[in-house]
């Protein structure tokens, strides 16, 4: 009998190779575990370091209001400097930010950020923007303990799992955007309707055009500081009892 696929790979590449796969994957299903939509987010630090061989990892995501928060990380060192230094700078940018030698860092770098990553056990530090197209989400911020450029292959995993962090993030906002116009539009829906069936009732009722009727449910209303909508509720549900017109 065989045993489970994975378990039976001996080489290590292969397995990095599917467990890529599998975090590609769970990165851009947007009809993932509803309860824990972004559990597959804070899963790619420590998957980044797995995948392409860095020391530390964390990931910065931009709410949709704009303020950006780091939402996974592989330790807590990882946490708090991935929270200042190239991890913003790549996000607001738009473009990989590379510090392959803290002990000489560019002018732009904070001398605090690098102090602290030193201290850390860190000697380089890199950022790849979470993109799709022209829009920016976040970045991976990536750590090493060993000073120079990031590995090619390196690179090519890290911008592999940006990108599909990317795509997931906005596949996921744009179906959030429609559940609630969708949501909206149903309200709206339901709150219109009683107000037309009342209008209906109390034209009838009254012997007045439907115009007419509306505007004396909407003079009621608004003497007596009501919703439209919720006078009307009570009008069909026999709560509320409206004097004909004078």
Known sequence: MRGDLRGDLPDGSTRRGRLLADTLVELTDTLGDEGEPDAPLRRLAGRTVRLAGVAAAGLLLAEEGGDIRVVGASCEPARLLSAAGPGPDC?????????????????????????????????????????????????????????????????????????????????????RRHERRAAQLQSALDTRIPVEQVKGVLAERWHVSVDDAFALLRAYARAHRLRVSDLAVGILDGTVSLPPPA
């Open 91 to 175: 996000y607001h940018s738009g473009t990989a930010v590379a510090v392959a030698d803290l002990d000489r860092p560019p002018d732009t770098l904070a001398p605090d950020f690098a102090r602290r990553a030193l201290a850390s056990g860190y000697a380089a530090v890199f950022a790849v923007p979470v993109r799709h197209g022209k829009e920016v989400v976040g970045a991976v911020v990536l750590f090493r303990t060993a000073a120079g450029p990031l590995p090619p292959q390196s690179a090519a995993v890290a911008r592999a799992l940006a990108d599909a962090a990317a795509i997931g993030v906005l596949q996921r906002r744009a179906r």
